[in-house]
């Protein structure tokens, strides 16, 4: 007898800053964390805290740092803490590929965007995450953008990120389909603080999307 799996979204939460946060990411499920280590971010932390905050994720949740340009020794000193690394400046797939660990590449949405170029440049990545652009900031914008810009036929997982939230997560689930979905803002009381409530509602509405 054959078994055809159940299509399942995966969820990553990011920024995080407390310990308790984590502790209810990891109860709800979630299946990886995010740690901003890009200083300009109000969601940052130093290499002593992802330590400290890393130790707490247990197995088969997947621990990722996230970077904008910086160099390589910083990331070196956070290997030891991450299990995958996510590129959101300008880095190139050289750039990436150099630290022997799985990654992704985010792509900000910019009107002149070719994505399917873009999978080709980046084809070593584990997955494309597709965020909001807004002008001089990386990511966080807390802003979407129109879900129809992304082809069907992209050769890379998709990670949808910009402005997610509880409110339309549903549609996005079900308009993109995508491998994963990132939030970080929608899911927060303030920027590095989680809100309990809202994090449950993100979880609850991808699960009742996928199940549609």
Sequence with gaps: MSITPLARTRIKFCGFTRSEDIDRAVALGVDALGFVMWPKSARSVSVEQLAAL???VPAFVTRVGLFVDQPAELVEQ???YLDMLQFHGNETPEECQRFARPWMKALRMRDEIDLLHEAQRYHQAQALLLDAYRPGTPGGTGETFDWSRIPA???KPVILAGGLSA???ADA????APYAVDVS???EASPGCKDADKMVSFVRHVVLADAR
């Excluded at 689930?173 to 993109?176: K, L």
């Design 54 to 56: 890393a130790a707490r």
């Design 153 to 155: 036929n992209l050769a």
């Design 173 to 176: 689930v079900r308009q993109v």
């Design 167 to 169: 409110g339309n997560i």
């Design 78 to 80: 956070c290997l030891p």
């Design 185 to 187: 803002g929608g899911i």
